[in-house]
């Protein structure tokens, strides 16, 4: 008998902010539910890097995240296949952020395209903290802690990626060990899909599908939204390629129903309700069980022991990094 071949592990996360949206779905879950099939996975809400930025109103966050928590398991998730915890919940992650602002350089983290970003979006708030600046920092704990070879993430996550690979090599060279594999990025093979009016997807812009939205919200969203605005009555032909409501078609629907309405809509042969109506069937199909199973789940003790045995399981393998990490550190 052949041993079954190790798994590669894989870490991702997300900052409990808000509800979820279909773009968080096909953008991320998809992904995550997808590699439970291959990887060992460890899936954690971000909150404590969710105070980086709401350190002056944390009232949101636990609400957050627990919606977020059910949502992915609405969303297909399996807690039996996957590890999924909280931040918070697990204490090493602190720890190893402090051995590791040890030997960061304070430019490594100043350089971070991110940082000045972030404090320039938001230019409200005050985000010249320590945890602000320190935030990369934190994601690569979350990530070295596992020992993941990989993490799933979206294209603006690559520079933190890359600093934890920087420090992986750093902490190794200073400490003549090897203890941590260094992490790739595996980029969602699924692009950014913009919001329903074009611009980009969020609950703030109200032009996002959000997971808990009921079906009427989400008929009447799909009808309001803009299209072709060369096609202003039925009977002119459009094009679908500057159509918003076309690039979800090539998202959702099968294949033939994108070929159809991108036939139809160039020779006026439907309308765009019939377009719409038709891309609502594909939205439905996903979102239906979605809004029901987490409804199910957000005000259910089951979502509870879930997350004591997911934040145990992740603890467990936090305890023997660290172990491993004072070792190397001969602390
Ligand atoms: N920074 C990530 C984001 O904003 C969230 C995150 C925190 C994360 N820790 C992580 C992602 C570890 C991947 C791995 O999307
Ligand atoms: Fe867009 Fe469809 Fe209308 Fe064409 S028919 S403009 S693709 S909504």
């Given at each position: ?67 977020n ?102 902490f190794?060279h ?14 969602s ?117 879930i997350?004591?045995?997911?934040n ?6 936090a ?13």
């Amino acid at each position: 008998m052949t041993a079954a071949p190790t798994r590669q592990r894989v870490l991702s996360g997300m900052r409990p902010t808000g509800p979820l949206h279909l773009g968080h779905y096909l953008g991320a879950l998809k992904n995550w539910v997808t590699m439970q099939d291959t990887h060992d996975c460890f899936f954690m809400s971000a909150d404590l890097h969710a105070l980086s930025t709401s350190y002056d109103d944390t009232g949101g966050v636990r609400a957050a995240r627990r919606v977020n928590l059910a949502e992915w398991i609405a969303c297909g998730v399996d807690p039996a296949r996957a590890v999924v915890f909280e931040q918070s919940r697990v204490a090493e992650h602190s720890e190893l952020h402090v051995i590791l602002s040890m030997i960061t350089p304070l430019s490594w983290l100043e350089r971070v395209p991110t940082y000045k970003e972030q404090q320039e979006n938001l230019s409200h708030k005050d985000l010249s903290t320590y945890g602000f600046l320190g935030y990369p920092l934190l994601q690569s704990a979350d990530i070295i802690l596992y020992r993941a070879h990989a993490v799933p993430v979206g294209q603006d996550q690559l520079p933190h990626l890359e600093l934890t690979r920087e420090l992986v090599r750093r902490f190794h060279h200073l400490y003549s060990c090897q203890v941590f594999p260094e992490p790739e990025a595996i980029l969602s093979p699924v692009p950014k899909l913009s919001g329903l009016d074009g611009r980009k997807m969020s609950k703030s812009y109200n032009n996002a599908l959000m997971l808990g939205d009921s079906k009427e919200d989400v008929k009447k969203k799909v009808l309001a939204a803009p299209t072709d605005p060369q096609r202003i009555k039925r009977t002119d032909p459009g094009n679908p390629e500057v159509c918003n409501i076309y690039a979800w078609h090539k998202a959702l629907s099968a294949l033939p129903v994108v070929e159809e309405v991108a036939a139809g809509c160039r020779s006026a042969g439907i309308g765009c309700v019939d377009c719409k109506k038709k891309l609502l069937v594909a939205m439905d199909a996903i979102l239906d069980p979605v809004r029901e199973k987490r409804a199910e789940l957000v005000n259910n003790t089951a979502l509870d022991d879930i997350l004591v045995e997911g934040n145990r399981r992740a603890r467990t393998v936090a305890h023997e990094t660290m172990e491993m990490v004072r070792d190397a550190v001969k602390l």
